[in-house]
């Protein structure tokens, strides 16, 4: 038997992952769109209580987004937001509280208590207060 090592094959985790319940809402959403050019664009932003946020859009992949094709959903980050999202797992949540996509950050070293604000150890931030309800 060949081992990986002997193979000098690098595997790499993923860029992102998405879970099966978050997999079958996305394409639930993008076949009601009925427009093949549209991506799931996942990024992250100044701003929010711990300094980042990330976010998702249906959006137009531009040439300079990294393209994941995931299971059949194409997936595109700006290269701004990939250092910060990298390795980050994309989940659908249901549940008495509401239900919405959440993002699972490897990368985040603390976040606010709403799950969309985090700060990585690299990038601090300006931190505000909360205004999550």
Do not use: W
């Not at 980042?52 to 987004?65: C, I, N, R």
């Amino acid at each position: 038997m060949i081992s990986v090592k002997e193979l000098n094959v690098v595997q790499t985790p993923p860029v992102v992952t998405l879970s099966a319940k978050a997999a079958e809402m996305v394409r639930d959403i993008l076949a009601k769109e009925d427009n093949d050019q549209l991506a799931l664009r996942v990024y992250v932003a100044g701003g929010g209580c711990s300094g980042l946020q990330s976010g998702m859009a249906l959006d137009d992949p531009s040439e300079e987004d990294v393209t994941i094709d995931y299971d059949g959903i194409r997936v595109v980050i700006d290269n701004e937001s990939l250092r910060f999202i990298e390795g980050s797992e994309i989940d659908y949540v249901d549940s008495l509280m509401g239900a919405g996509f959440t993002v699972n950050n490897p990368n985040a070293v603390s976040s606010c208590g709403c799950g969309h604000s985090f700060r990585t150890e690299e990038e601090s931030g300006s931190a505000r207060g909360c205004g999550c309800h």
